[in-house]
């Protein structure tokens, strides 16, 4: 999973329909809103792997002229005892 955020609070409502018109066409990619203090709202994005949310940021910037900031990619776990 990995953190998308726009790269101004402006822009969350164009990042939120182009994330909505490009998982039409990649059902494989989950998308959870995301509220973070530091970047504001954004998104929670699943992929399949690095080579496939690096291909979603470049489809976000050239079809959609959205930029982002995206996280370092993280995998939630649960320690159980």
Known sequence: FQGLF???????EKLKGSVER???N???V????????ALGPGFRC???GLLHADVFHQR????FGAEVIATAPTVPYKVTY
């Open 6 to 12: 726009p790269t101004t609070g402006d822009d969350y």
């Open 60 to 63: 976000l910037r050239e079809e």
């Open 22 to 24: 490009l998982t039409l």
């Open 46 to 48: 699943g992929f399949l």
């Open 26 to 28: 990649d059902a494989s």
């Open 30 to 37: 989950s998308v959870q809103t995301e509220v973070s203090a």
